[in-house]
């Protein structure tokens, strides 16, 4: 019999984005087993299945999740939080890794424009919290914990169909925010060459048609670069996003899933929630990260979906032999439903709350 | 006492100016006054301060949301400055039940996000003391604190007497009326006001609104259904009536004094409550004739009852002409008023105030 915790996160509300399919699986486990897990604020219509609470006082501790944004929670809300929870019961989930020095990377990718922006999210980081916690297995600053803390949920994988029923062959779900070199560099000069091989594939996501009217204004310009004549060109179908509680049933829709991650979350060892749902939808999943990585989160068997050196002749091998590959994603399955579930995950997190190191390990 | 105050600045918005006037009788009084922060460049009239342990008393002076600091200084803050020594000035009675009067509203959930018990529950938490500027409160936990007042060493022009006074006011003005304020919860009054002296503005001289939202319905007010900020571009160009972007608070009284006529406008809902402006007392510094258009027992509370000339009457053409007619009159009332003002509702008087509710 385990003592209930009830734990808060404070959040910024994305339907189609973030942290929110975590939130969702932790809340709906909470309950299960006897935890009570809910997200600040009132009610929102488009998030039906996410238990919000605005009784701080009822809380053990809160959560605080931050992404890209810094100033996301109102003033208001914020000053009710921090007046109400104790610095001690207050923990931060860095989810992007904005809590560690400049990181730019071959002048493109990066986690802040200046040392002054640096500066402003770390000062406000120890302002809020004592502790801090980064989905990584190998933070870089000491006073980090790591916590992965988006896990697979076995019981949420979607019915298997026939793999010939299937109308799109590669599918990518994912916004287009610091992916267009990768996808630019790598994976469009693969598909170019073996084009005739595959039927319908689609890109599903924001900014794969256009970059955001904002994007200059907030200086960003080159994370959401994007050449869409040439998706065109090579008859790539791009799609709206979806909410995350359809994006398993998205991906179940194609043969192949391709997951590729923006490079300062791979160089950081970041994981998202992506890194599992793709395991979860009925599909064949392929990675675009590093293959030492792959096995650390998925196990042995990871190393085989991974999309690395030559791209090309692994799609086709993956058209080629399914069957030798879905075998592959069944033991990564296995290995996430032992060392990545959501049971694990909430475990780790509780157990991190409570001050003891999270017993994250790779398996 | 060391006193934080906390707010979000603006030059030509919210509590700008009274900040600055408390900062300035501060040192004479023997307090120190800084604004919570990092040192703005924009505002050299003020001291800035992070250092939060070194103060008595945090003072959250709130109109809206952004008034709270963003991270990292509200955790700082919050964590370094005990619940006990804080104390909201809640300028725009957002502690209150919901309320609506006409199109205003103290709490609406689309404008910003949060909902009435929202604010109630934030304050609640946030500070031990909630003061609001009105003589009547309607919660039995807020306190009285009229927080705006006025500077008798600001007034434009000091005069000895309503015939000298009325001298300079006789002089060339560049506007006949003027209102210097944002389009936000005061077309309706402003409407009415314009339409009763349009069959005399050739008379007055030219007429300006001064703020912003004045020229058009702001985009964002369209998008979002709100009303306050309507306004009829047609018929302000029927009677000549210029518009003009916001000006600094530094400005306001030197634009105000080639003003003839000033009208004091306030929100309805603040009408409602009895809440006061840093408008109310500003306006009587210049070398303008102040109208009162706020109600007269709020206006009589304020201002004494020498105030009565000054209260529009339901013709506001004749009251007008009137005053074209006998200047002098009206400027008896005004200079008694000044004397009210100075006597009752001086910086120093308020600051003193302030200090011994905080000391209770």
New interface residues.
């Given amino acids: 019999m385990h003592t209930p915790v009830n734990i808060l996160f404070v959040m910024e509300r994305r339907v189609n984005a973030g942290s929110i399919q975590a939130l969702a699986n932790y809340i709906q486990l909470g309950k299960k087993i006897g935890h009570t897990l809910a997200v600040y604020g009132n009610p929102d219509p488009q998030l039906s299945e996410i238990y919000f609470s605005n009784e701080v006082h009822l809380f053990d501790y809160v959560v605080f999740i931050f992404e890209s944004k810094l100033h996301w929670v109102s003033g208001l809300q914020l000053a009710h939080l921090l007046t109400i929870v104790p610095r001690s019961r207050r923990v931060i989930l860095d989810a992007d890794g904005m809590y560690n020095p400049v990181i730019a990377l071959d002048g493109y990718d990066r986690n802040h424009a200046s040392e002054r922006d640096r500066q402003r999210w770390v000062s406000s980081y120890e302002a809020l919290a004592d502790r801090i916690v980064q989905p990584t297995l190998w933070p870089c600053q000491s006073r980090v914990q790591s916590l992965l803390f988006y896990g697979y949920d076995s019981r949420g994988r979607a019915v298997q169909t026939s793999w010939h029923a299937k109308r799109v062959d590669i599918m990518h779900v994912g916004h287009n925010w610091w992916r267009w070199r990768e996808v630019s560099e790598r994976l469009l000069p693969a598909i170019e060459r073996i084009r005739g091989a595959f039927g319908d594939i689609c890109f599903v996501g924001l900014w794969w048609d256009a970059p955001p009217v904002w994007a200059a204004a907030i200086g960003q310009d080159a994370a959401f670069s994007v050449n869409s004549q040439r998706l065109r060109e090579l008859g790539i179908r791009v799609l709206p996003a979806v909410p995350y509680r359809d994006v398993i049933s998205t991906m179940s829709k194609a043969r192949i899933n391709i997951m590729t991650q923006r490079p300062l979350f791979r160089r950081l060892g970041l994981v998202t929630s992506k890194y599992f749902e793709i395991f979860s939808a009925d599909t064949l999943p392929l990675i675009m990260i590093e293959p030492e990585h792959a096995e650390r989160i998925y196990g042995p068997s990871g190393r085989d979906l991974v999309l690395h050196d030559d791209i090309a002749s692994k799609l086709v091998d993956v058209l080629e032999r399914p069957k030798k590959y879905h075998e592959v994603v069944q033991a990564v399955r296995r290995h996430l439903t032992t060392h990545h579930s959501y049971e694990r995950r909430l475990h780790e997190l509780i157990e991190m709350l409570d001050g003891h190191q999270p017993a994250v390990k790779a398996g | 006492m060391k006193l934080l105050l906390i707010s979000k600045l603006a030059r030509s918005s919210r509590a700008i100016n009274t900040i600055t006037q408390y900062s300035r009788v501060a040192g004479e009084l023997g307090h120190k006054i800084a604004v919570f922060g990092e040192k703005q460049l924009d505002f050299p009239e003020l001291q800035f301060s992070l250092d939060v342990p070194a103060f008595d008393i945090a003072i959250f002076i709130v109109y809206m949301?952004?008034?709270?600091?963003?991270?990292?200084?509200?955790?700082?803050l919050?964590?370094g400055m005990p619940?006990s020594r804080r104390v909201i000035i809640d300028c725009s009675g957002r502690y209150n039940e919901t309320i609506r009067v006409e199109h205003d509203f103290n709490h609406l959930e689309k404008m910003?996000?949060?909902?009435g018990w929202?604010?109630i529950?934030?304050f609640q938490?946030?500070a031990d003391r909630i003061l609001q500027p009105t003589l009547t409160p309607r919660r039995d936990d807020v306190g009285s604190f009229l927080f705006h007042g006025y500077d008798p060493e600001g007034v434009v022009h000091p005069v000895a007497s309503a015939a000298e006074a009325t001298q300079h006011w006789s002089r060339s003005k560049k506007y006949g009326v003027a209102y210097v304020g944002n389009n936000w919860q005061r077309w309706t009054q402003v409407q009415r006001f314009l339409g009763a002296i349009g069959p005399i503005h050739q008379k007055l001289g030219p007429i300006a609104l001064v703020g912003s939202d004045w020229k058009r319905r702001p985009d964002w007010a369209v998008q979002m259904g709100i009303k306050g900020a309507d306004v009829d571009p047609e018929f302000l160009q029927q009677l000549d009536v210029e518009t003009g972007d916001a000006i600094p608070f530094t400005e306001l009284p030197g634009f105000l004094s080639n003003v003839r006529f000033s009208p004091i406008f306030q929100r309805p809902l603040f009408n409602e409550l009895g809440l006061v402006t840093n408008r109310m007392f500003e306006t009587f510094i210049a070398n303008t004739i102040p109208l009162v258009m706020v109600p007269e027992s709020l206006a009589e509370s304020i201002y004494g009852s020498a105030v009565r000339p000054l209260l529009p009457t339901n013709d506001i053409g004749s009251w007008l002409r009137d005053m074209i007619r006998n200047p002098e009159l009206y400027w008896e009332a005004i200079l008694t008023v000044r004397q009210h003002l100075t006597v009752h509702h001086s910086y120093r008087q308020r600051l003193t105030e302030l200090i011994a509710v905080l000391g209770r």
Avoid: I, N
């Fill in positions: 949301p952004s008034d709270f600091p963003d991270l990292p200084y509200l955790a700082s919050l964590d619940k910003d996000g949060h909902q929202e604010w529950e934030a938490s946030v």
